[in-house]
């Protein structure tokens, strides 16, 4: 007997659904909406998550999109399992689909295959001193040079003039599914209007923009989301200058800077260089749809 699928939801409809996490950003309605159109709800006891949904091919699947690095499950010890009830339930509902969670499972459902994954986060609770003392030789030298070449960093709100040099000097190392100006923009702005992001710009000593950053600012976690760098901005040390202004802006602080780590080796050393420290989660992924792997092989021979 087929599973019945729980009901999609279109995310410009659940800005009044509760959040199952208060202090995670990834979890809150307002933020889902503008990161992907629809999702299913799997209700944990009495706490709803909300699984971001995507239908490529007239084929529903969940997905990890863009600015979303894992889905946070609560699991309170009067319900144990739920990360793996979800999962199987996820692979019933649909043929095929990812999802990235923070815990691993012992047990996986048949058909479903994981892979580690790994993320970078800084505790902020000592002094700035302290944390640069942390820093690889390297991080300290390129911020040293930055302050010597005058690069200037500040915090500022303007998010088209943001997303326009997003697009324009970092377009090369940003994923594709990221480059959406209008998502970007929403995203951005409402993240501003709820005190909920911060925009870091970095200019050089004729007052051009050589670099910039956004990080999200959501109950203790800084999140290190999006980035670019002009050639000479990157020759300077510019995004190392932004990383350590908002390092010593926040340290002190209960905040934990999340650098939501990448499996690229020179991304994981800028990462790690920093000072950070690994935080493990895990990759699920399941397929038992023709179409769907066709759809897999096409974008694996396009990516070659």
């Known amino acids: 007997m087929k599973p019945t699928r729980p009901k999609i939801i279109c995310t410009a409809e659940i800005e009044d659904l509760p959040s199952h996490i208060p202090d995670q950003i990834t979890s809150q309605a307002w933020y889902l909406r503008h990161v992907c159109t629809h999702v299913c709800m799997f209700e944990n006891d009495r706490w709803p998550s909300y699984i971001p949904l995507a239908k490529r091919m007239g084929i529903w699947k969940p997905i990890v999109p863009p600015f ?66 942390a820093y690889n030789k390297g ?18 709100h303007d998010v088209q003039g943001f997303v326009d040099n997003c697009l324009n000097l970092g377009k090369a190392g940003i994923p594709s599914t990221y480059r ?12 501003l209007d709820r005190n909920a992001a911060i925009l870091c710009l970095a200019r050089d000593a004729q007052s051009q923009v050589v670099a910039g950053a956004f990080f999200s600012k959501f109950g203790n976690r800084l ?38 780590g990448s499996m690229h080796p020179g991304i ?35 990516s070659k």
């Not at 790994?118 to 609770?125: Q, R």
């Not at 959406?180 to 993240?191: F, G, H, Q, T």
């Not at 050639?231 to 650098?259: C, Q, T």
Request: proline share 5%.
């Open 139 to 156: 991080h300290k030298l390129s911020v040293r040079s930055a302050q010597k070449m005058q690069i200037a960093v500040a915090i500022q």
């Open 68 to 133: 979303i690095q894992k889905i946070e499950i609560p699991e309170p010890e009067s319900v144990p399992g739920v990360a793996g009830s979800l999962l199987t339930q996820l692979r019933d509902w649909f043929s095929c689909g990812d999802i990235c969670l923070r815990k691993g499972i012992s047990t996986l459902p048949s058909g479903v295959s994981t892979t580690v994954r790994t993320n970078f986060v800084l505790p902020l609770n000592t002094s700035h001193s302290f944390l640069f003392d």
């Open 268 to 302: 994981a050393y800028f990462m790690r260089g920093f000072g950070a420290q690994e935080e493990i989660y895990h990759h699920y992924a399941w397929n038992r749809n023709p179409l769907c792997k066709i759809i897999a092989l096409r974008r694996r021979l396009l």
């Open 180 to 191: 959406e100006p209008i998502m970007m923009k929403n995203l951005l702005r409402e993240c």
């Open 223 to 260: 999140t290190y989301h999006l980035s670019f760098a002009s050639p000479s901005g990157r020759k300077a040390g510019a995004m190392h200058a932004i990383v350590d202004a908002v390092i010593e802006r926040h340290s002190n602080s209960h905040y934990l800077l999340d650098f939501e």
